[in-house]
C-alpha cells in the first residue's frame, strides 16, 4: 500500500512536533517545510540570548504529552542539577527540539525542506508552491504558521522603512547596531518587551530604556509558593459574558487571598478550562473580552521567571527602565533620533522621547488578514480557507480541519497552533500545543476520529 503523504507547512514547535508523532508511528511520508534558519526552535526558541528564560518551569515542558518528565529528563542529562523548577533558557529548550526532529529525520520518514510555502493548490491531489520554485506533493497538508506579524502600534501608520524603528521584534537582530547608551523605546511591556530589556541588559547596553503601553502593566512572576492551581470556579453555570467573567474570577481571587492563597493558583486553575470557557462565549462577547480584558488576561496568565523579575527589578531601581502608561502619539525622524510624542494614561499633555531604536512589541496582529503572508492570501483568495468572525485566525472544525469559503471542513487540509486562536484562543503554548500535536498526527493516521 502506498505510504500516506503529509506536508508540514512551518518548522516551529507545532509543525515539528506532528513530525515527529508521525514519524515515530510510521506508515507515512512526511515532508517539512520551514522558511526561515531556526528550524525546529522557531521564533520562540530560536532566540540567542542565554538569558531568555521559558516562561514555564522545566517540570511542564515535555513536548511529549505521554511522557510529562520528558524535558525534565533530557534536561537533568545536561544539568544534574536541574529541577521542576527550573527555568531553562529557551536556546536550551530549542536544542531540545532540534534532537527530537533530529531522532524523527533520522527514520527517513522525514524530508526537510528550507523554502517558504507561498501556496497551495486542492485539486485531486494537493499541490504546494514554494518561493525556491518548488512544487510539494501531498494528501494531506498541516499548516503550522505559528503567530501572524505584529500589527501596527493602534492608530498608527508608521512609513515602511523607518529608520531606527523595528516593526517586528522576532526577526533576529532588533537590538543589532545599536550604540552602547543609545535610548531604546519599547511601544509594548509584555513579553516580547521584556525579552528585550533582558538581552539589552545582557548586551551591556547602558543607555536608558522606556516601555509604553495603555495600561503600563509589565506580566506578573511566577511564584514558587504560589500553591497548586485552586479548582475552577467557572464550569457549573458557566458564566456568558466577559462582564461576569471577569467578577467571577475576581471574586474567586479575592476569595484565595482571604484565606491567605495566592491570584495565581485561581488563575491556573481556569487554565485548562480555558478553551471551553472561550467557546462558551458568544462572538460579541469574546469581542468584549478581546477590547477590555485580554490584555489584563496576558499580564496575569503569562507569567515571567523570578530570575526575569529580578532584572527588571534591578533595571528600574538603577534608573534604567521607566514603564510609562499611555499612547503612543506621532513618531517622527529627528536627525539620527526618532522623537516619540506620548500622552500619559489620564494626562492632558504629552512628552516627546528621543530614541535610537523604537521597537514594536505590541505582540501578533489579532486581525490575520492584516499583512497576510503569500499563503494565507492564497488560502483566501482560493476559497480554501477563510477567517473566523472576528478575524483572529482561520475558521476551523474538529481537529484543526479548515473551513472553506462556504463553511464546509477540509478533510485534506488542517491547521494548528496560533492560527486556531479564532476558536480556541488559548492555543499557543506548549502544555495546548503539545496536545494538539499528538491528537492531529493521530487524526491524520487514521486512529482517532475528528475531535
Ligand atoms: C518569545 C516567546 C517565548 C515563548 N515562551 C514560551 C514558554 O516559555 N513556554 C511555553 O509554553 N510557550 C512559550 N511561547 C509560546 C510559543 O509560541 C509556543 O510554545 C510555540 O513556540 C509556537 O510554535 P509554532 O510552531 O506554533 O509557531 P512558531 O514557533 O512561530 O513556528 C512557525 C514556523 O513556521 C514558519 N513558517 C511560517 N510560514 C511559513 C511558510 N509559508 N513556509 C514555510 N515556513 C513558514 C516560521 O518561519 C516559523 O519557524 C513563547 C512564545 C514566544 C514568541
Known amino acids: 500500500m502506498e505510504e500516506l503523504r503529509v506536508a508540514i507547512v512551518g518548522g516551529g514547535f507545532s509543525g515539528t512536533m506532528v513530525a515527529v508523532h508521525l514519524a515515530r508511528a510510521g506508515g507515512v511520508r512526511v515532508v517539512l517545510a520551514e522558511k526561515g534558519d531556526r528550524l525546529a526552535r522557531g521564533a520562540a526558541y530560536g532566540s540567542r540570548c542565554e538569558r531568555h528564560l521559558l516562561n514555564v518551569p522545566a517540570g511542564l515542558m515535555s513536548a511529549l504529552p505521554d511522557e510529562p518528565s520528558h524535558f525534565l529528563d533530557w534536561l537533568r542529562g545536561r544539568d544534574p542539577e536541574a529541577g521542576a523548577g527550573t527555568f531553562a533558557p529557551r536556546m536550551t529548550y530549542g536544542d531540545y527540539l532540534a534532537g527530537l526532529l533530529g531522532d524523527a529525520a533520522s527514520t527517513g520518514r522525514v524530508d526537510l525542506i528550507r523554502d517558504e510555502v507561498v501556496d497551495l493548490e486542492a485539486g485531486p491531489r494537493l499541490v504546494l508552491r514554494t518561493s525556491g520554485g518548488r512544487a510539494i506533493e501531498a494528501e494531506r497538508v498541516v499548516l503550522a504558521l505559528g503567530n501572524p506579524p505584529p500589527g501596527e502600534p493602534a492608530g498608527m501608520a508608521i512609513t515602511p522603512g523607518l529608520r531606527g524603528y523595528v516593526p517586528n521584534p522576532w526577526e533576529p537582530g532588533a537590538l543589532d547596531g545599536l550604540a552602547g547608551d543609545e535610548p531604546i523605546g519599547l511601544i509594548g511591556t509584555g513579553l516580547t518587551a521584556v525579552d528585550l530589556v533582558v538581552e539589552a541588559m545582557a548586551k551591556g547596553h547602558r543607555g536608558p530604556i522606556v516601555a509604553i503601553s495603555r495600561h503600563g502593566s509589565l506580566p506578573q512572576a511566577h511564584r514558587p509558593s504560589a500553591g497548586p492551581p485552586r479548582p475552577h470556579v467557572l464550569a457549573a453555570g458557566r458564566p456568558a459574558t466577559a462582564r461576569a467573567l471577569l467578577r467571577t474570577v475576581r471574586a474567586e481571587a479575592d476569595r484565595c487571598r482571604s484565606e491567605g492563597g495566592d491570584w495565581r493558583s485561581v488563575i491556573d486553575g481556569i487554565r485548562p478550562v480555558a478553551q471551553d470557557v472561550w467557546r462558551s462565549l458568544e462572538v460579541p462577547e469574546r469581542d468584549r473580552f478581546l477590547r477590555h480584558l485580554a490584555s489584563r488576561w496576558d499580564v496575569h496568565r503569562h507569567r515571567i521567571a523570578p530570575e526575569v523579575e529580578e532584572v527588571l527589578a534591578s533595571a528600574t531601581l538603577a534608573g534604567r527602565l521607566r514603564v510609562v502608561a499611555g499612547r503612543v502619539e506621532s513618531i517622527e525622524p529627528d536627525g539620527d533620533s526618532l522623537a ?35 499563503l494565507v492570501r492564497s488560502l483566501f483568495g482560493r476559497g480554501i480557507a477563510r477567517p473566523g468572525p472576528l478575524a483572529l485566525g482561520l475558521d476551523a472544525g474538529a481537529s484543526g480541519a479548515l473551513l472553506d469559503r462556504d463553511g464546509n471542513p477540509s478533510d485534506r487540509v488542517f491547521a494548528i497552533g496560533p492560527l486556531l486562536k479564532e476558536g480556541l484562543w488559548e492555543t499557543t503554548a506548549v502544555r495546548e500545543l503539545r496536545v494538539q500535536a499528538r491528537d492531529l498526527a493521530e487524526h491524520l493516521l487514521g486512529r482517532r476520529p475528528a475531535g
Do not use: H, Q
Open 340 to 374: 516619540v510624542r506620548v500622552r500619559g494614561r489620564g494626562r492632558a499633555d504629552s512628552e516627546v522621547l528621543a530614541f535610537g531604536r523604537l521597537i514594536n512589541c505590541t505582540g501578533p496582529s489579532r486581525d490575520i488578514r492584516d499583512r497576510a503572508p503569500m
